[in-house]
T-cell receptor, first 117, second 117 residues
């Protein structure tokens, strides 16, 4: 138990569906991240939120839309995805310290396994 | 951030020490060395990090060479549950914001460690 919970753990969707992935952290952290892990590829950073403000968007297609309503919750809204978007989507959190700096110690959830048909 | 090089795979006998090497010959003075591991079908887990001095915690020890061009993660008494992919990452001063507003924790392919009974 890492203190970061992701739901659903598994999701199958068609290319025309709209779905959302949810992440909740119980660690009191104020920075949250979305990573993508495709088969046989390294983890790719998608989005970073710091104090609920998006500070990083790593050239992610607009069919992925993140939302961070508060420091404990992070969503990834999905629509009109492609089969190549099938992957493990990982959420992580960390603590931002004084001066806007964050530690390199990230706490990851167990991921949401997405399959796009 | 400096590129790191790790062996693709390693084997270790249960109960013995596992020594995982990492080369980071282009590391700069303000870059930390972070180690994470990812057990199959789970999110990555932070293990340890260091700058210049050797570090030890309840999970592992980190030995960094004097010239900082390489490091070794040591699991003193490997168990079957330590079978995982281990990632060595060089990260600029934890929390220092790079251009774009965040540090980037870039995961490579890591070392697949198999602990055998």
């Amino acid at each position: 138990e890492t203190g970061v919970t992701q739901t659903p753990r598994h999701l199958v969707m068609g290319m025309t569906n709209k779905k959302s992935l949810k992440c909740e952290q119980h660690l009191g952290h104020n920075a949250m991240y979305w990573y993508k892990q495709s088969a046989k590829k390294p983890l790719e950073l998608m989005f970073v939120y710091s104090l609920e403000e998006r500070v990083e968007n790593n050239s992610v297609p607009s069919r992925f839309s993140p939302e961070c309503p508060n420091s404990s919750h992070l969503f990834l809204h999905l629509h009109t995805l492609q089969p190549e978007d099938s992957a493990l989507y990982l959420c992580a959190s960390s603590q931002e310290v004084a001066g806007g700096r964050r530690t390199g110690e990230l706490f990851f959830g167990e991921g949401s396994r997405l399959t796009v048909l | 951030d400096a590129k790191t090089t790790q062996p693709t795979s390693m084997d270790c006998a249960e109960g013995r020490a596992a020594n995982l090497p990492c080369n980071h010959s282009t590391i700069s003075g303000n870059e930390y060395v972070y180690w994470y591991r990812q057990i199959h079908s789970q999110g990555p887990q932070y293990i340890i990090h260091g700058l210049k001095n050797n570090e030890t915690n309840e999970m592992a020890s980190l030995i960094i060479t004097e010239d900082r061009k390489s490091s070794t993660l040591i699991l003193p008494h490997a168990t079957l549950r330590d079978t995982a992919v281990y990632y060595c990452i060089a990260v600029s001063s934890p929390g220092r914001r790079t251009q774009g507003g965040s540090e980037k924790l870039v995961f490579g392919k890591g070392t697949k460690l198999t602990v055998n009974p």
